[in-house]
């Protein structure tokens, strides 16, 4: 019988869907403070927080996966360490800490392979589990575009 492995993950809402983060690229989960604006190029950073003597970014999450945001005002943000820094992301709310194992995760058949790992099949639900380092970097367009 094949090993199954197991891991954790960070799941919270947005825009009325599921989303989650490995709990291992979660750092901490603060209430939200409105971000300093900041001049980006990137419609989805929405400005910095200064957070225990260090600066940190604040990304719009459902500005980058191009979302269609209500009203709802962010009530959490989830600093998570992405590559050798930490950003921080605007979510509705975090909703629980799931164990999925690997049976549970299935890649996602499109091409949003940088920026969403998979999609988990929890019961009835169905959670897109992100991933973390592709989230955040800037697609290669982009840097193309920023370099011409």
Do not use: C
Request: hydrophobic share 45%; no cysteine.
């Amino acid at each position: 019988m094949p090993e199954t492995s197991a891991q954790q993950l960070v799941v919270f809402s947005l825009s009325g869907e599921e989303y989650a983060l490995p709990i291992g690229a979660v750092h901490e989960i603060i209430r939200f403070t409105e971000p300093r604006s900041v001049a980006s190029e990137v419609d989805w950073i929405r400005g910095v927080i200064g957070l225990r003597g260090k600066i940190i970014p604040i990304f719009d999450l459902g500005a980058r996966l191009q979302l269609a945001t209500g009203d709802t005002e962010p009530g959490k943000i989830v600093i998570v360490e992405a590559g050798s820094s930490q950003v921080g992301v605007m979510v509705d709310d975090v909703e629980e800490v799931l164990t999925v194992t690997s049976e549970q995760l299935e890649p996602l058949p499109t091409d949003g392979g940088e920026v969403i790992e998979a999609v988990a099949k929890i019961e009835d639900r169905l959670v897109i589990l992100l991933n973390a380092d592709g989230l955040f970097a800037r697609p290669a367009a982009e840097d193309r575009a920023a370099a011409a």
